[in-house]
């Protein structure tokens, strides 16, 4: 090593002279001498600083060399360095590689990677790379790394080893220099609201839960349902008295002669549609108490008349022990039909009413067939007594 040192010094020396750096000792002066030694000494240390950190060794006419490296050569405490030992040597010559426990000095090893071999330019190339890494700061070395070799085929064993190199370990802590800082104030934690929040939500869910099963557990001892029905709106009185007609023209009551109970059940229908329409108690009222309300609301005089007539013939056959024909019983449905039809609500659907109204008429035109039939057998006897009974009625009124 030495020697390669004071060959290149000699090179450098060579090439300065010849590019006239240096001159003759004759004409040199004190200052030039100073010049020289200053190029030196430079031209030293920056060779020293470049094998510190590349060190490379070579013997036995250049079969074999070897070189240490570390990736940087300033470090804090706890930093890694890869530590790396490459051989370069000829197929002939067989190489033994330092091992995990090599002693490296001051640094502790952290890991080992032995790499295989390779071959490069007639070369084979062997790496090791150590992971080292020192906790104590201040200046360490590297100390050199020996390895083993022999020429084959010769079996002598020689020793080669790594130049040392340099390490500096600062300290993590901050410059003690300065003023010295104020105290700082005690660091608050930040309340945490997410339990706050998550308790209160669980809390909520669990008295909802509560009162549902409270509730529940009351509606069922009850005998209630749980959840409320749906209550249909009402139903428009027109729509209810049709269906009633309609059931009435259907019922049978003329063909078996229960006249009287046709004529009570559709005297029944127009009182309770009158109810719905007019908010009048007619169920509860006289017939004559029932046209009394009547004339208080906004029923026209000419629909008022058909309540007349309607309700004064079926207190004949009801009161009186009239018997009316067939072709009377045709036009008490008739009445009760056109009552509804021109006093019902206009904003009303009225789609149905004509196919009501035409279905009953037909019924009735049917009951009246039958009930002529039955007039045939009565004498002329049983209208002039339900005529006295009438006219007793009216007395008693």
């Given at each position: 090593?030495?020697?390669?040192?004071?060959n290149?010094?000699?090179?450098?020396?060579?090439?300065?002279g010849?590019?006239?750096?240096?001159?003759?000792?004759?004409?040199?002066?004190e200052?030039?001498l100073?010049?020289?030694?200053?190029?030196?000494?430079?031209?030293?240390?920056?060779l020293?600083?470049?094998?510190?950190?590349?060190p490379?060794v070579s013997?036995?006419?250049?079969?074999?060399?070897?070189?240490a490296?570390?990736?940087?050569?300033?470090?804090?405490?706890?930093?890694l360095?890869?530590?790396t030992?490459?051989?370069?040597?000829?197929k002939?010559?067989?190489?033994?590689?330092?091992?995990l426990?090599e002693n490296?000095?001051?640094?502790?090893i952290r890991?080992?990677?032995?790499?295989e071999?390779r071959?490069e330019?007639?070369?084979?190339i062997?790496q090791?790379?150590?992971?080292?890494s020192?906790f104590?700061?201040?200046?360490f070395?590297?100390p050199?790394?020996?390895?083993?070799?022999m020429?084959?085929p010769d079996?002598?064993?020689?020793?080669?080893?790594?130049?040392?190199?340099k390490?500096?370990?600062?300290s993590?802590?901050?410059?003690?220099d300065?003023?010295i800082?104020?105290?700082?104030p005690?660091?608050?934690i930040?309340?945490?609201?997410k339990p706050v929040i998550?308790g209160?939500?669980i809390?909520?869910?669990a008295?909802?839960?509560?009162?549902?099963?409270?509730y529940?557990?009351r509606?069922?001892?009850?005998g209630?349902?749980i959840?409320?029905?749906?209550?249909e709106?009402?139903?428009?009185?027109?729509?209810?008295?049709?269906?009633?007609l309609?059931?009435?023209?259907?019922?049978g009551?003329?063909q078996?002669?229960?006249i009287?109970?046709?004529?009570?059940e559709?005297s029944?229908?127009?009182r309770?549609?009158?109810?719905?329409?007019?908010?009048i108690?007619?169920?509860?009222?006289?017939?004559?108490?029932?046209?009394d309300q009547?004339?208080?609301?906004d029923?026209?005089?000419?629909?008022?008349d058909?309540?007349v007539?309607?309700?004064?013939a079926c207190?004949?056959?009801k009161f009186?022990?009239?018997?009316?024909?067939k072709?009377?019983?045709?036009?008490?449905m008739?009445?009760?039909?056109?009552i509804v039809?021109?006093?019902?609500?206009?904003?009303?659907?009225?789609g149905?009413?004509?196919?009501?109204a035409?279905?009953?008429?037909?019924s009735d035109?049917e009951?009246?067939?039958?009930?002529?039939?039955n007039?045939?057998?009565h004498p002329?006897?049983?209208?002039?007594?339900?005529?006295?009974?009438?006219?007793?009625?009216?007395?008693?009124?």
């Amino acid at each position: 090593m030495k020697n390669q040192t004071m060959n290149i010094l000699n090179n450098t020396h060579q090439q300065a002279g010849h590019a006239k750096f240096f001159r003759p000792v004759e004409d040199r002066s004190e200052f030039y001498l100073f010049g020289i030694l200053l190029q030196r000494a430079a031209l030293f240390l920056l060779l020293c600083t470049f094998l510190s950190l590349y060190p490379q060794v070579s013997t036995a006419q250049g079969k074999i060399s070897l070189s240490a490296s570390v990736d940087r050569a300033t470090i804090t405490i706890g930093d890694l360095i890869t530590y790396t030992v490459t051989v370069i040597h000829d197929k002939d010559v067989r190489v033994f590689m330092p091992s995990l426990g090599e002693n490296l000095g001051g640094f502790e090893i952290r890991d080992y990677t032995d790499h295989e071999p390779r071959e490069e330019d007639g070369k084979i190339i062997k790496q090791v790379d150590y992971i080292i890494s020192t906790f104590d700061v201040g200046d360490f070395e590297i100390p050199p790394v020996e390895i083993g070799y022999m020429i084959l085929p010769d079996s002598t064993r020689e020793t080669l080893k790594t130049e040392s190199i340099k390490i500096v370990v600062e300290s993590v802590k901050p410059s003690e220099d300065g003023d010295i800082r104020e105290i700082k104030p005690p660091w608050e934690i930040p309340y945490n609201w997410k339990p706050v929040i998550v308790g209160s939500i669980i809390a909520l869910f669990a008295i909802l839960f509560i009162i549902a099963l409270i509730y529940v557990i009351r509606k069922r001892r009850r005998g209630e349902p749980i959840l409320p029905k749906k209550i249909e709106p009402p139903r428009p009185p027109h729509e209810i008295a049709y269906e009633e007609l309609k059931r009435l023209a259907d019922s049978g009551f003329l063909q078996n002669g229960e006249i009287k109970q046709y004529y009570s059940e559709i005297s029944d229908i127009i009182r309770q549609y009158i109810e719905g329409r007019y908010q009048i108690i007619a169920m509860e009222l006289t017939t004559t108490e029932v046209l009394d309300q009547l004339k208080t609301t906004d029923v026209a005089d000419e629909h008022f008349d058909l309540f007349v007539r309607f309700l004064e013939a079926c207190d004949l056959v009801k009161f009186a022990k009239y018997v009316p024909g067939k072709k009377e019983h045709d036009e008490i449905m008739r009445l009760a039909v056109e009552i509804v039809d021109v006093t019902k609500w206009t904003d009303s659907v009225a789609g149905e009413t004509s196919i009501a109204a035409g279905e009953e008429k037909a019924s009735d035109s049917e009951i009246l067939v039958e009930t002529e039939e039955n007039e045939e057998s009565h004498p002329e006897s049983v209208t002039e007594e339900c005529s006295d009974n009438v006219k007793n009625k009216d007395e008693q009124d």
